[in-house]
Structure formats: C-alpha cells, structure tokens
C-alpha cells in the first residue's frame, strides 16, 4: 500500500478522482486455510441477533394517548350507530344517552391524538394531504368530519339550554349531520385496526387480516355496553343485544388472532398484555351475564353495572393488543424467526 | 401512474412525478473493508449538525453508539466471532483469555473486577488487572497450533432509502416525500411527531427525537446532492468502505465485489438489498455482509408493509359494513 491521500475516493460530476489505494483489498485471501472449513464451535443458537437489540423500533406512541383513542374511537363510532337506530325507532332516552357517549368519546378522541402530538398547533399538517396509503390520514379525516356532526347532535339533545337563535339553526343542521354522522360512523369503529397493523410491528401486522373485525366488534361491546348504561333499561335492548354481540365477536376474534400469529401470538399471552387480555374475557364474562339479568329482571343497576363491564372490557383489548405490539418489536426473536424462514438461502 | 406503488420493480423518483430524473443515487457499503474508524458516524454528525445522543458506554466491543436512531444517521456495528476470516489464520497468539466475545474471557474480567462486577458500568470501574485464565489454559476454541481465532465484522449502517419505503407511504402529512434522486428525506417544518413512521419502518432506521417530537433520519445528504457533492460519510470514509454513486453502478460493482471474494476464499460475503425483488423493491443503500443480516441488527427478510394495505382496506371496509349491519340487526332483533 502506498502512501495515499489523507480522504477516501472523490466522487465528482466528472467521474472519481483519487481512487482509496484499499478499495479492492481481498481480505482473508493470504494464507492457507481451506475456505469453508469454519470455526464455530458453539452451534447457532434458535435465532441470532446484535446484542440482542430489537430490530424495528417500537412504537413511540404513549399508550394512554393511542390505545386510550383505539377504544374512544370505537365508543364514539359504535354510539353514533346506536343514536341514529334509536332515533329511528322512536327511543328518545336511549337516543339522548347514545349521542351524548358519542360527542363525549369523540371529543376525548380528538384531544388525546392532538395531546400525543406534543405540539396542538401542529395537527393542523394533517390536513395538508389526503393520503389512502396511510390509515392515520384517512383515519384522521374520517374523525374530523365525524366531530361537528357529532357535535350539533349532541347539541340539539340539549337546545333547551342555547340560546334561540343557537337551537333553531342546530335543529335545522341536525337532520343531515345525523345521516351524514351515521355513514361515516363504521369506518371509524374499523380503520383502526388496519392503521396498527399498517406497521412492521410483528403481532400487529401478522393479524392484519383479524385486527379490523377484532376491532369493530370491540367498538360495538364499548358502544353497546356505555350507552345501555346510560339509557333506562326498557329503551336499551338494541344496545344491550349490540354490546353482546360486539362482546362475543370479539372474544371469538381474539383466538382466531391467537391462532394465525401461531409464535407470534406470544406477547399476547405474556406479561401486561396477557395481563390485560385475560382480564378482558372476564370482563366479557360478567358484562354478558349482568346485562342479559339486568333485561330479565328490569334492573337498571345490573344494566349499568353490566354496560360498564363491556366497555372495560373493549378498552382492557385496545390495551392489550397496544402492549402486546410494543412487546412484539422490542424483542428481535419476533423479527428474525419468522423472517427467517422464508429469507434467502444463506450462502457458506 | 402505475398501478403497483405499494410494490414490484419501480424507478422511485420518476414514479413520484419527476418527468426527468436524474439517475437514482445511493450508497453500497462494503463492509469487508470496514475499519470501524466511525469516520462516516463523526462527518455525518459534523455536517448535518445533529445533536448528541449521549456519552454512554454499552458494553457491546467498541460500540458505543447502539443503533440508528434521530440523532444518530450512521451507525458503525461491531461483532467479535471465533471463526477465521477467509483463508486468514489471523488468530490471536499469546493472549491469555482469547476474544472478547469468549465466555472466558467474561469469567476472566468479572474474577478481574472482584466484586464491583456488575455493579458499575463502563469507565467507571476503571483499569483492571487481568489475571491468567482461572484454570491457567487458553481460550477455546484452539487451532491446532494452540491458537485462538478471531476475526471482527463493522459495517456502518444507515438508512436504505428503500424503492418502497414505509415511512413515506404511512407518513400522513407529506413530510416524508421522495427526492428527485431517488432518496428519501424529511421536511422538518412540515413533520407534526404523530410517529406512524417509527414502527412502520422494517429496519428501525428513523426515530423521534424525545425534546422535540419530530422524527429525523438520513437525508443522503441531500443538500450536499443537490450541489453535485458526494454525502459527508462516504466523503470521510478512508478505506471506501461507504461508496457513493448511481444505485445501477454500484449493484453493478458490488456483484462484481462478491464473486472477487468468493474467488478469494470468504465464501460468507453476500449482498443485502441489493436485489430489486425482495420485500421492498430493493434498497438505495445496499450491503455486502460477511454473516447473516440479522448479525449486523438488520432484518433477514424485510417487507414494506403497505404491500398488504390494499388487503388491509379491504378488511376494513368489510369490517364496517359488518359493524353497520350487527347494529341493524340489534335494533330488528330488539322487541319494546
């Protein structure tokens, strides 16, 4: 090696100029050891890694912010359905409790996605574009198109407390923002789930083809079960039926994940998240059987007390799957392995 | 426009909307002629004015940085392993306890460090006096003559600048967007920390920088481009290790790299995204490595995720008018 210049090659517009004198160098080629021999003596271990650092970066989303709008989202989704059957079907209570969870949760909704911002004034870039290749934008157009329709049907549940003008001009806009609530209302409940599993994050992804109905049938236990809480117990059997049905759906869904993730599905049955998860199929338990009593027997405690199950059982999911995804990419294992064996052949 | 974005064999740049591209550019960093003088991690720190992400010591050979991350764009690995390296019997005579990765050598620095071992970290347990090996053998595994083997793997990584990256797709205000060159950069004033792009990444490249919220990653120098300069890493780089150039000379030079050291015995050197096919269309940045990628950090087989978005949407909207009709049927199936 001769004594070079001080920097490496220049890559010009005109070409290279002082190629590295080291740039070809055939490392390992001196000597006269058979190639291929090896030395390891220790045999691979199951997987290998560096250090054992995870591959992907977890999701530096907070969970109270993200997982809290995953199950919000859904309540506020799954409400503004139940609002608009009762009003067509003639339960001014139920209706009243409906729409109220529903501005509620899409309030909430809105300010903890604004509060995981850091910034508040920097939500407005959101709207700079409309992008179908990202669930977080479609998602957050859908949510700020749900919200001032929500908004002026929860207000016109409580005209009597604006002034006139005010309450005229809501009763007029309450109509079409009803219908126009009530179209977007599903794809609220669902796109969530595409929007997590729209990752490289292990046990997100892997349950892609699940997480939306999983979802959506979670929107629906959360849904069902706030508002026949909130409604007198002879106006809310189609809550209670759509808890229930929601509640049941989504348990079912969760071992269909269980089994599609096969090892995957190891961060779902382990530490917080299996944590989390079980306490969900009890609350699921006890909000079926409580609110199916509460219908027999016209309680209106067991009814709230049922209602309140579902919904705790709707969030302890939301969390659990958030747990389980952040689990899943801090461990390299859920990288590689399943990597591994459809990566190209190793040579050597 | 055509109608497979999310996947399949694209030119990245012209398929974002330049009519006339310049040739896509990229990096092919060689790592069998990696030094590890982190070179490329000073320059790329020096230029872009990143800030520092800490003086840590990590216990990982000499690499003390970790990983990619928003204040760090290049990242110089560091592996020990006892295997030879190529037809080199470069193994290491007279050294009581063999590699640092050797479990004995642990046994022989722990002994060393007495009961402070564990206890405190890095520079703190200052100089240590190493005894002979507890049972006065040398390390294993030994050659023949007695000697242990010993070779070590760098390889300064970055970010891809993948034909179909993940972070662009997901990215939901445009701050993300494709250069003319083909790279992929992030607009800072555009960027609102809503960091989807954090775990969509399949390789962990780009992260959010705690004090502010954004996220930050390579920009493949592009201000430095966009003048006809090459990067500040490749530029620092003093073995060439990092080579900058259009993305076709480089795949070109680094097939022809492989077969040179294949012929030269290192039968384990391969190229890692440098095929158009895999599961992100080829990478901008590519590699050739000496063990498998997942012994550099890097994942084995990575696939943009949007390339089951549209299977994803479909999920969704099938999803919803699920949800919409089991709220129907709750109100028909309801009895006053």
Known sequence: MTAGPPSGTEVRRDGLHRVAPGRDALIGSRGGRRPGRGGEVVPPAEFRSYYGRAVIKPPVWKAHNIAGYLFLGGAAGGATLLAAGADLTGRPDMRRAARLVSAGATGLSLAVLIADLGKPERFVHMLRVVKPTSPMSIGT???????????????????????RRWADLVGRLARPSRLAATAIAPAVTTYTGALIANTAVPAWHGAYRELPYLFGASALAAAGGLVAAASPTSE???????????????????RAVHRRLGMLAEPLTKGRSGRLLRASRWCAGAGIALLTASAVRRSRTLGVAGGLALAAESALTKFGYFHAGTASAADPKYTVVPQREHAPATPA | MTDNLLEGREDPARDSGYPQP?????????TSVCIGCKACEVACKEWNLIPDDGLSLL?????????????TWRHVAFIEQDRPLGRQNNAVALMPVGPSSAARNAQVVAAGLGDQHGARLGSETGAT?????????????????????????????????CTHAACLDVCPTGSLFRT??????????????CGYCVPACPY??????????????????????SVGQEPACSKACPTDSIQFGPVDE??????????????????????????????????GAFFLLLDEPEVYGFPPDPVVTTRDLPAMWRHAVIAAVGVAATALAAFAGARR
């Open chain 2, 59 to 71: 216990g990982m050979s000499y690499d003390n940085t970790g990983m990619l991350g928003a204040d």
């Open chain 2, 22 to 30: 310049p040739p896509r550019m990229g990096f092919f960093t060689d």
């Open chain 2, 180 to 193: 003319e060159f083909g790279t992929v950069v992030v607009q800072e004033d555009i960027c609102n920390g």
């Open chain 2, 250 to 283: 480089l795949r070109e030079r680094a097939a022809h790299r492989v077969e040179q050291l294949h012929d030269a015995g290192v039968v384990e050197a391969r190229l890692y995204g440098a095929d158009p096919d895999d599961g992100v269309g080829g990478t």
């Open chain 1, 141 to 163: 157009w859908l949510l700020s198109g749900l919200s001032p329709l929500v908004a002026v049907a929860a207000l016109d549940e409580v005209s009597g407390l604006l002034p």
């Open chain 2, 129 to 161: 006096r190493l005894g002979p090996s507890p049972d006065g053998g040398p390390a294993q595994p030994v050659t023949a003559d007695g000697r242990t083997e010993l070779r070590w793997l760098m390889a300064s990584d970055v970010c891809k600048h």
């Open chain 2, 204 to 225: 962990g490249v780009i992260d959010q920088r705690k004090d502010d919220g954004r996220v930050w990653k390579c920009t493949l120098c592009y201000d430095r481009l």
């Open chain 1, 236 to 254: 809310a059997a189609p809550a209670r039926i759509a808890g229930i049905a929601g509640s049941v759906a989504a348990q079912l869904l969760d």
